[in-house]
Nanobody, 121 residues
Framework: QVQLVESGGGLVQAGGSLRLSCAAS????????MGWLRQAPGKEREFVAA?????VYADSVKGRFTISRDNNKNTVYLKMNSLKPEDTAVYYC?????????????????WGQGTQVTVSS
């Protein structure tokens, strides 16, 4: 069992930055592909970024967001720069044992509770 707890969301002006963190419980953190997905009001949840031994990003965030992980701290991060109002959403941390493709499709073994990111124009 893995528990994921996100933090770092908040309200920021367009063009600003935020860093989300996701702390995971358990001893097998390094074995999981970790990812971030988001869901805006009235929209389906969508893939943002994922990391295993490599990283992948949604086209909408490429060049602005950076995903990283610290296996010693059981934590995955999402640094978000040049934020836009359309980035407003609840951001979810996810852990999956199947790899990058699985998380890109929105599948995960474990999910966090989500953290709200609001970008004002």
């Amino acid at each position: 069992q893995v528990q994921l707890v996100e933090s770092g969301g908040g309200l920021v002006q367009a063009g600003g930055s935020l860093r989300l963190s996701c702390a995971a419980s358990g001893r097998t953190f390094s074995r999981y592909t970790m990812g971030w997905l988001r869901q805006a009001p009235g929209k389906e949840r969508e893939f943002v970024a994922a990391i295993s031994w490599s990283m992948v990003y949604a086209d909408s965030v490429k060049g602005r967001f950076t995903i990283s992980r610290d296996n010693n701290k059981n934590t995955v991060y999402l640094k978000m720069n040049s934020l836009k109002p359309e980035d407003t959403a609840v951001y979810y941390c996810a852990a999956d044992s199947s790899g990058l493709r699985s998380i890109r499709l929105g599948h995960a073994d474990y999910w966090g509770q989500g953290t709200q990111v609001t970008v004002s124009s």
